[in-house]
């Protein structure tokens, strides 16, 4: 997956509003990111680099993975796949966007 092909399958899996009400950041291998500011409704999904509540970092071959199902993001979490920084309880509710 390229960064637009991740940007819009996040656009389509928030809506208009994913319930998390935090902002989340899921920070790529290259330096893009795409993030979730869902503190206002609707929420807005962007590749634009905001301070987050909430980074996860990850590869967009792990991130495709898990979108496929063929990873489920807490067999990546336990592998160190994906690496979370920062409110760990806004990290249990992003399987909302994922």
């Known amino acids: 997956m390229n960064l637009e092909e991740i940007t819009n399958y996040v656009i ?11 902002v989340v950041k899921f920070a790529f291998e290259d330096g893009s990111c795409v993030c979730v500011d869902a503190k206002q409704v609707p929420n807005l999904v962007s590749n634009n680099d905001l301070d987050a509540d909430c980074t996860v970092r ?6 495709k993975a898990i979108t496929e199902g063929s990873l489920s993001p807490m067999t990546a979490v336990m592998f160190g796949k994906i690496k979370i920084e920062g409110n760990m309880g806004i990290a249990m509710q992003i399987q909302k966007i994922l």
């Open 58 to 63: 990850i590869s967009k071959e792990d991130f």
């Open 12 to 22: 389509g899996k928030v809506g208009n509003d994913c319930g998390i009400g935090a």
